[in-house]
């Protein structure tokens, strides 16, 4: 046991240090905290400004398919890198796996591309719109469904 101590002191000095850290912001917040109450305390602000509205905003489905292309590169990033430092270990059957992963990648990135999802730029999608049948182009020359 005197061995064991010996030879981690430096980790229980260090668990110690930070467990006083710790304790030391949250009691002197505590004690120097102001204890005030107002109506315009619970208000949220930011840089001591009120907000005005509520803060649920509509916000586009292209930023959430940027970020969701952003997890599948990222993480395809993670996979290659770690195939790339077992490269010798992985061998040829390594490689395979990892030409049919970038080939699977290769194909859900063109059926996005060719679904539209990466065309932001308003022209590409009226040109698509254009593209489509006057009956869905036009709602005014959509015959009237009967009540």
């Known amino acids: 046991m005197p061995s064991l101590i010996a030879q981690n002191w430096a980790f229980a000095i260090y668990v110690?240090?930070?467990?006083?850290?710790?304790f030391l912001m949250l009691g002197l917040s505590y004690v120097l905290g102001g204890r005030s109450r107002g109506r315009a305390k619970n208000q949220p602000f930011e840089s001591g400004v009120?907000?005005?509205?509520?803060?649920?905003?509509?916000?586009?489905?292209?930023?959430?398919?940027?970020a969701m292309f952003f997890v599948i590169f990222d993480l395809e990033a993670v996979f290659l890198y770690a195939w790339a430092?077992?490269?010798?270990?992985?061998?040829?059957?390594?490689?395979?796996?990892?030409?049919?992963?970038?080939?699977?990648?290769?194909?859900?990135?063109?059926?996005?591309?060719?679904?539209?999802?990466?065309?932001?730029?308003?022209?590409?999608?009226?040109?698509?719109?254009?593209?489509?049948?006057?009956?869905?182009?036009?709602?005014?020359?959509?015959?009237?469904?009967?009540n």
């Open 16 to 22: 110690i240090a930070t467990l006083a850290i710790v």
């Open 50 to 66: 009120v907000s005005p509205g509520s803060g649920h905003l509509r916000i586009s489905a292209k930023f959430y398919l940027v």
């Open 85 to 146: 430092v077992s490269i010798r270990e992985a061998g040829w059957a390594g490689f395979i796996e990892v030409f049919v992963f970038i080939a699977v990648l290769l194909i859900g990135l063109v059926y996005i591309w060719r679904l539209g999802a990466l065309d932001w730029a308003p022209l590409a999608r009226n040109q698509r719109t254009r593209s489509l049948p006057t009956l869905y182009r036009d709602p005014e020359s959509a015959p009237k469904l009967k």
